[in-house]
């Protein structure tokens, strides 16, 4: 009997952006990347911030006490210290390595402070939308520190940080703790050596999206032609496939995101993500009359 090796199929670099330089909060500085003719094209994902500055005037400021509704943020911190609070009474620091995964749900109040008055603050929060049955659930809050995050080694110089999701490689499974969220995302910080070449297995119904942070990498098609590259600050947008196939010519490190997109209608005005223009206005108003939470 002949057996037929099955391989998979690289998914290829389908378009690539790099991100905006824009301020929030009160006036930090932050490398933007969201989706520039429509929130739906990244589905689920809405939008992905990075500040990495040693600059404190570019982060001072902080994000004091804001509202979200609609939608799930995540932020995970590399360097630096940050503290949230809310108006449940959660309160958490975040430090080197640590996440939130905060579920806004019909509504939050938080706020997103420094504290440190020197030294590099480098970190990222992502957006990702909930289903219109979602929208209006209780919100919640969840924080890990770095000593909860698994890493997978994928070579002496070469790891995988796993947040969100399973990574499946070399005979191990290893989950983060992020669990029980409806899109199912993956969220993998990937650490790649100097002409290391990585292939990935990613579920083929998700959505997948890459952001560089440090170095560049190339995705690697089934047509050698037809391999892309991205650079540091850029964020790339993956087609259908089995698997991501990279490979660095530098030290590199980037975010991996995969979920299952909702392919419900995205409107949003700020801070809130809903399905209809009716219920941003709701929540405008909402917010104004001090209904928006309980």
């Known amino acids: 009997m002949n057996t037929v ?9 389908l378009h690539s952006q790099s991100s905006e330089a824009v301020t929030d909060g009160d006036g930090v500085r932050i490398n933007r990347s969201v ?5 739906h094209t990244f589905d689920p994902f809405l939008l992905l911030d990075e500040i990495a500055s040693d600059d404190t005037a570019d982060y ?17 911190m590399l360097e630096g210290r940050m503290r949230h609070r809310d108006h ?15 579920t806004a749900g019909r509504g939050v109040l938080h706020s997103e402070m420094p504290e440190q008055h020197e030294g590099r603050m ?4 992502l957006w990702i939308n909930l289903p219109a049955a979602e929208k209006m659930s209780p919100p919640n809050y969840r924080e890990y520190d ?7 080694n994928i070579s002496d110089h070469s790891s995988i940080k796993v947040i969100a999701g399973t990574v499946a490689l070399n005979g191990q499974n290893i989950q983060g703790p992020v669990a029980e969220v409806s899109t199912q995302p993956d969220y993998f910080d990937i650490n790649l050596a100097a002409n290391e070449s990585l292939n990935l297995p990613l579920a083929s119904h998700k959505q997948v999206l890459v952001y560089v ?3 560049a990498i190339t995705i690697h098609s089934d047509q050698d032609s037809d ?4 650079l540091s600050q850029q964020l790339g947008m993956l087609g259908a496939g089995e698997q991501i196939s990279m490979s660095t010519t530098e030290n590199s490190r980037l975010l991996l995101l995969a979920g299952n997109p909702l392919n419900e209608p995205v409107v949003n005005w700020g801070p809130f993500v809903m399905n209809t223009r009716e219920e941003i206005e709701q929540a405008i108003s909402d917010y104004r009359n001090g209904t928006l939470v309980d």
């Open 122 to 125: 480098h970190g990222f929060q």
């Open 60 to 76: 001072i400021g902080g994000f004091p006490e804001h509202p979200h509704r609609g939608f799930e943020t995540v932020t995970y």
């Open 88 to 102: 449940l009474g959660n309160e958490g620091l975040l430090e080197s390595g640590s996440v939130q995964w905060m």
């Open 5 to 13: 090796l099955q391989l998979k199929q690289n998914r290829p670099l």
């Open 213 to 215: 942070y440090q170095g």
């Open 146 to 152: 770095a000593q909860q995050i698994p890493v997978l």
């Open 35 to 39: 989706a520039r003719k429509a929130l």
């Open 227 to 230: 391999a892309g590259t991205l």
